[in-house]
């Protein structure tokens, strides 16, 4: 079970990248995150699929099919040809080196065991308080560039004073 | 008290676009600069006395009730609280002026401090996982900044930079993964004695290069720093000067440090590969620079090489080999800030960044040209200037550890900066006056101010160079040259 979940996560993820239109593509994420979903699911990580589930696969894939459908279609991006071989190319490379040597040696080590150990909300409120603050700072950060990319007053006119 | 340095940055971040609508100017350029100053003057009253007896960890208060919050703080974290504050300071008083016509100040501000504080809470972590937390949050407050003209230009830099960024986060994400499967931990302690007691030698050199490549990106070292030319000359000048003055050293030089002195411990394959990739760095910036037009551009690939520089003194292992390129981390911060202000300077009063153009702006802008000349001779190391001290420990370090051929490399990489700095003068500010120029005024008062505490930072540094060595450098260096010892005092942190 945990194979086939594998293996569609890393197909979807890949025709994600290689689709030639937004659209598809965006559709390949959101099934590509499914599948993360449910391997998280399937080992245990319950709230780490809530959240995979609810917001990659659902918020953000709806962010971007909207943002696709907002944007015009002025024609087609010219591309070059190495684009279209690199990333198969890369994918392939990577998957040989995964399956030769990263499982072999991972599997030689032994891991330590101890981490942190608790119930979810005990991990996260008590255990990485600081990286809540971290979180509350990097969402602030997504607000307030909003906020100044969106702006309205535009009377600066820097862009158009560079050379 | 050490959470003060997130906490102050953070919620003034949430307040100023709220007072931005009561007051559009005044407020936020106050307030921001207040609370810039408050945190130098912290770190120098409040801060430096706490690490005379090595490091600490300080527990986090919220209204004096604890929170479970641990902030470690020794010599070298220090060292960097200075330097962000000291140049975020300078940067909110020059950006009272330079903003002006770009409008929407309390949100450039509000992102400026959001990048401080998450700048701030990298440097004050013990945990390589909120090391990557904070990592992002200035990053994503950065990737705003650079689009903050919202011109082509901009948008194209902003998008090249943060797919990159987005990369590199990706390999120290991985990286921590690894080591958290392996360790069982993901704190500084907890993955130091894990890596002991485990003696995973190959393990440690896969993570070794995924942390290289992740924080090389961030800190723009040759082969990783196609991103930085088109970002920095891209952002509005004050953000120029935040992200190659104090971001890139935080997020990829202190990091990497943090992570290969103080969590891996310095072997000699690593000091091998820090030195070499420094010194290409070095030239590779160095090459780069000379054939530029663009002010900003060639400011910025000037940064490549000076990173080179920090990297190879840092590499070198050596107590001195750290100490210097701790200093040019230091001065650089400062110069590089200086000449990306003066650059802004020059651009908003002339309209243009190509030095072709420009010409003897030194009779119309005197101030901006003299503190300018400052910057170029102290980042060229011209003595006695503060540039000139940090490249001589680096250059007596690698002699002393046998490393001549890096040593005359170094030496020639300083005789190319000096030569394309004094193009860049000769262009800008000296000869005969272009007409189109003669109605130009120099700098308003505030981002002159800027660019005049700066340039009398360089020459301070540089007089009193052994006073800031001992106050806040050899701290520092006495921190990072007691290697993974640090991290394993730091157990259960």
């Given amino acids: 079970m945990h194979l086939f979940l594998l293996i569609g996560l890393v197909a979807f993820s890949a025709v994600a990248i290689l689709c030639r239109e937004l659209l598809k593509s965006a559709i390949s994420l959101a099934v590509a995150s499914i599948f993360l979903a449910l391997l998280l699911f399937e080992m245990g990580a319950v709230y780490a699929g809530v959240f995979e589930l609810s917001v990659v696969a659902g918020l953000i894939t709806v962010l971007f099919i909207t943002a696709i459908a907002l944007t015009r279609g002025d024609g087609d991006v010219a591309e070059g040809r190495a684009q279209r071989w690199v990333f198969p190319l890369f994918f392939a490379g990577l998957a040989v080196v995964d399956v030769l040597v990263m499982r072999k040696l991972l599997g030689r080590i032994p891991a330590i065991q101890g981490g942190e150990s608790g119930s979810f909300s005990q991990v996260l409120w008590n255990q990485r308080t600081f990286d809540l603050v971290g979180q509350v700072g990097v969402i602030s950060a997504g607000v307030l560039a909003v906020l100044a990319l969106f702006r309205r007053d535009n009377g600066h006119g820097k862009g158009e004073s560079h050379e | ?493």
């Fill in chain 2, 1 to 493: 008290m050490l959470f003060l340095y997130i906490i102050v940055p953070l919620l003034l971040a949430g307040l100023l676009p709220l007072l931005g609508k009561l007051s559009k100017r005044l407020l936020p350029d106050l307030l921001a600069s207040a609370a810039m100053l408050f945190l130098l003057v912290l770190t120098v009253i409040g801060a430096r006395p706490l690490i005379s007896g090595g490091g600490v960890i300080q527990q986090a208060t919220w209204f004096q009730a604890p929170l479970n919050i641990r902030l470690l703080l020794d010599g070298f974290s220090l060292l960097m609280l200075f330097t962000i504050a000291l140049v975020s300071f300078v940067v909110c008083i020059y950006s009272i002026g330079y903003m002006e016509h770009y409008g929407a100040k309390a949100n450039y501000y509000a992102l400026l401090l959001v990048m401080i504080a998450g700048m701030n809470g990298l440097v004050l972590s013990g945990d390589l996982f909120t090391i990557y937390v904070f990592l992002e949050m200035a990053a994503v407050a950065s990737y705003a900044l650079v689009a903050f003209g919202r011109g082509p230009d901009e948008l194209e830099a902003a998008f090249k930079y943060l797919m990159l960024s987005a990369v590199a986060s990706a390999f120290v994400l991985l990286s921590i993964a690894v080591l958290f499967a392996v360790t069982g931990g993901v704190g500084f302690g907890a993955v130091a004695q894990g890596l002991k007691t485990l003696n995973v030698r190959t393990l440690v050199g896969i993570c070794s290069a995924l942390f290289l490549a992740g924080f090389g990106l961030k800190a723009a070292l040759v082969p990783f720093h196609s991103w930085l030319p088109d970002a920095h000359p891209s952002a509005p000048a004050p953000i120029s000067a935040m992200l190659s003055g104090v971001l890139i050293k935080v997020s990829g030089v202190y990091a990497m440090t943090r992570v290969f002195l103080g969590v891996f411990g310095l072997t000699p394959a690593l000091t091998t590969v820090l030195t070499v990739l420094g010194v290409v760095s070095i030239f590779v910036g160095a090459l780069a620079a000379i054939g530029q037009n663009d002010i900003k551009r060639m400011l910025a690939y000037s940064s490549i090489s000076q990173i080179g520089y920090v990297v190879l003194g840092i590499g070198i292992g050596t107590p001195l080999g750290i100490l210097g390129g701790l200093f040019h981390l230091f001065n650089h911060a400062l110069f590089k800030s200086l000449l990306f202000l003066n650059a802004g300077a020059v651009e908003r009063s002339t309209g243009t960044r190509s030095l072709d153009k420009m010409g003897g702006l030194a009779k119309v802008m005197p101030v901006t040209a003299v503190t300018s000349v400052v910057g170029s001779l102290s980042i060229a190391g011209v003595p006695p200037l503060n540039g000139f001290w940090s490249k001589l420990l680096i250059i007596i370090a690698l002699v002393q550890a046998k490393m001549i051929t890096l040593a005359v490399l170094a030496v020639l990489g300083s005789v190319i900066t000096l030569w394309y700095y004094l193009v860049l003068q000769h262009q800008a500010f000296f000869g005969k006056l272009n007409e189109a120029w003669k109605s130009v005024r120099e700098a308003p008062f505030w981002m002159s101010a800027a660019t005049v505490v700066l340039a009398l930072l360089c020459v301070a540094v540089g007089l009193a160079f052994p006073f800031v060595v001992g106050t806040w450098l050899q701290p520092a260096a006495d921190a990072l040259g007691q290697g993974v010892n640090v991290a394993l005092n730091f157990i259960g942190f």
